[in-house]
């Protein structure tokens, strides 16, 4: 039986602590997030696989902590499972990406400006700020 996907995520204070909560995870599991969007009552994330955690483990994480802020009295936050699809091919990475960049609490304005957000997205903007800071080699 589905559970009635109910929109939680669409206020601003929701999406704060969504965001804050994904890039305190991008950190501590070590994986690229290469794009999301936060939708009303769900969240898409073009990432790759965790460097520290399998990703079932982050992606529970990651529903537990966004649950024990944003929960309240309810009974449930999330669906029970979240659901998974390996991008094996660039034109695929660009699909889920121009997908996820239709909507307006998105990385949309990351890519367009490389303005830095609560959440480090990989791109070219990234690159090269780590390309400037990064010390000559020898």
Do not use: C
């Not at 399998?54 to 659901?83: A, C, D, H």
């Not at 660009?94 to 996820?100: A, C, G, H, S």
């Amino acid at each position: 039986m589905w559970a009635t996907r109910l929109p939680y995520l669409n206020n601003n204070a929701a999406r704060i602590v969504t965001e804050t909560l994904i890039e305190t995870l991008r950190q501590r599991h070590g994986f690229y997030l290469f794009g999301y969007v936060l939708m009303p009552e769900h969240v898409h994330l073009l990432m790759s696989e965790p460097k520290r955690q399998p990703l079932s483990r982050t992606m529970n994480v990651l529903k537990t902590e966004i649950s024990k802020k944003l929960k309240g009295e309810r009974k449930q936050f999330w669906q029970r499972r979240y659901y998974d699809f390996n991008v094996l091919t660039h034109a695929k990475f660009v699909e889920k990406l121009r997908y996820m960049h239709r909507n307006p609490w998105s990385s949309f304005r990351h890519y367009l400006t490389g303005e830095e957000g609560r959440v480090e997205i990989e791109s070219h903007w990234t690159w090269k700020r780590r390309e400037r800071s990064s010390p000559p080699h020898p």
